[in-house]
């Protein structure tokens, strides 16, 4: 399993998988979302706060390869390490995997950027700072 900034663990709910018994392409989706707001959370970043000072997290790109499915009352854990990809964007690689056995269930590059009050990319040296980037 690789090392991660930060990882939560989580149970899939029955509701969250589709006939053939495995979790819904899509679900894995909210599952890498709701990580990296708790991440964010967990870092001291509000959105709301960040709004008001102008600033806009905006994802512009996701890419999730399918490794193994999770199923209904499996654990799994969701974990992301920050990457800086270029001046004006930023990339969390994340990773699930099922508790059991550890094996890997998705790998996923969400790419984002910040758009400030004028619609225009910016990321801002707090940004930078707070989340490690160089």
């Known amino acids: 399993m690789k090392e991660f900034q930060f990882s ?13 018994g495995v979790v819904n392409n899509s679900v894995y989706q909210n599952y890498l979302e709701h990580t990296r ?3 964010l959370k967990d ?11 102008g ?12 490794k193994s ?3 209904s009352g499996d654990s799994y854990i969701s974990g992301l390490r920050m990457v800086r990809l270029s001046p004006l964007r930023f990339g969390f690689e994340q990773y699930i995997y099922r508790k ?3 094996k890997l269930c998705v790998q996923a590059l969400v790419i984002g950027t910040n ?6 990319p ?3 040296q707090d940004l930078i700072d707070v989340w490690g980037l160089e």
């Open 100 to 102: 059991s056995d550890q």
């Open 122 to 124: 910016e990321l801002p």
């Open 8 to 20: 939560i663990e989580l149970d899939v709910r029955d509701y969250e998988c589709d006939m053939q």
């Open 115 to 120: 758009v400030n009050s004028k619609g225009r």
């Open 69 to 71: 499915s999770l199923r």
């Open 37 to 39: 707001h708790q991440y």
């Open 55 to 66: 600033m806009n997290l905006m994802v512009t790109r996701v890419e999730i390869d399918y």
């Open 43 to 53: 870092i001291g970043l509000d959105f709301a706060v960040l709004t008001e000072k």
